[in-house]
């Protein structure tokens, strides 16, 4: 099913809207991890595209080059730590988030307490930080990583520092876990995998946790690591309801791995026809697939593509994939279908795109009426 404008989705909203409007029968409670990178902001304002940068810096190669930039600052970073504090704004602080990453070696840094200590039940710090100096664009990002310390990110780590009775009582009433950034953490797939496992150790029933995959940026992953990966997911599926989310980029180089040819095609159909592809191809019970002007989901109730509430000139793009994946998963926590699954994070990240600021589940119903109403600006 290919939605093709906001008007189309008029059934889809409404069912939105009365499920995030209903009262939980359960909070959900949940762990999340498991990197953390404290990010330094550059604003490119000459030139301000990351095309009209490429051809500069092209054209500068063997001698030297001067950009005007502005500093935004530092703010915490990775996607575990982004996806934990959206989720717990989407929910206006009706969930409890448990957050397991690289936050500090020994103890959480600042940056860190101040951004999460009180959108989470609990921090576990596991790892240095790594850092990343992210350069914005009008069309995009560069992320420029010191990713040094994610090597630390490891389970026998994990299981040091938060020990095992700590984690399983965290595993024993889990209603969700999301397990992020598999791209830069060479030894996250134990870790994804042994979460799952003591799942099932501990006796909670099969399909019962939904567990949120989103492998991020993995160009620098060898073709042993994505078959490793891959390899992990059947025993991952048969013991959760499992949610692989993939930017256009990464559905597009996973595709490859089993010979899809999908490169440089951008529209709905493509879109929705790469998502079936990979469904066909790995062992998930959903996979997602998002451009930045909609998303696709492929399960086994088929296939939907639904629209975005696209911004041309985002304020901040840094984080927009991880506030989807934080509505995409809060979205399933609901119990939304696909349509509303993927509806829920592309309102997320186009309100976050717009203000810099995760949405509230409020604030997404009021950004689908000013949309629907055709009033929707660059700007909330």
């Known amino acids: 099913m290919i939605y093709r404008d906001v008007q189309s989705l008029s059934s889809v909203i409404a069912e939105f809207k009365a499920k995030t409007a209903a009262k939980l029968s359960r909070r959900p409670t949940g762990v999340c ?17 990351m095309a009209g940068f490429g051809a500069k810096v092209a054209a500068a190669a063997g001698v030297a080059a001067s950009y005007p930039v502005r500093h935004l600052g530092d703010k915490f970073g990775g996607n575990g ?9 989407i929910f206006s602080g009706q969930i409890d988030v448990t957050y397991i990453g690289a936050l500090g070696e020994k103890t959480v ?4 307490e101040a951004a999460l200590a009180a959108k989470t039940k609990r921090l576990h710090t ?11 664009f009008t069309d995009g990002k560069v992320m420029l990583n ?55 150790q501990l006796g909670v029933p099969a399909k019962q946790v939904i567990y949120f995959m989103d492998l991020a940026e993995f160009e ?32 597009w180089q996973l595709g490859e791995v089993f010979g ?50 696209h911004c041309a000139q985002p304020l901040i793009s840094t984080g927009a994939g991880d506030n989807f994946g934080a509505g995409c998963l809060a979205a399933a926590l609901i119990g939304l279908d696909d349509a509303g699954i993927v ?13 810099g600021r995760s949405a509230a589940f409020a604030d997404m119903v009021k950004l689908l009426d000013v949309w629907a109403a055709g009033n929707l600006g660059e700007r909330l």
């Open 343 to 355: 509806l829920a994070g592309n309102c997320a990240s186009g309100h976050f795109v717009r203000s």
């Open 33 to 49: 991890g498991f990197d953390g990178f404290i990010d330094t902001f550059v604003r490119l304002e000459q030139p301000p595209s």
């Open 220 to 251: 620098t992953r060898p073709q042993a690591d994505r078959a490793d990966m891959l390899a992990r997911l059947p025993a991952i599926t048969r013991q959760c309801r499992t949610l692989l989310s993939l930017n256009l980029k990464e559905a």
């Open 260 to 309: 899809g040819k999908f490169h440089g095609r951008k529209d709905a159909e493509s879109v929705a026809e790469l998502a079936t592809f990979l469904k066909s191809q790995i062992a998930v019970d959903r996979v997602i697939v998002h451009p930045n002007n909609g998303a696709a989901c492929a399960s086994a109730s088929g296939t939907v593509y639904v629209p975005g509430p």
């Open 126 to 136: 596991i790892a240095r930080a790594a850092i990343t100096t992210c350069l914005e």
């Open 146 to 200: 010191d990713m040094s310390a994610c090597a630390e990110v490891t389970w026998a780590q994990l299981l040091e520092c938060v020990g095992q009775n700590a984690l399983d009582e965290e595993l024993k009433t889990a209603s969700y876990v999301a397990a992020v950034n598999w791209g830069k953490l060479p030894h996250s797939g134990e870790i994804w995998s042994e979460m799952s496992a003591r799942l099932a």
């Open 81 to 89: 730590p982004l996806l934990a504090a959206a989720l717990h704004d």
């Open 109 to 112: 840094v600042p940056i860190f």
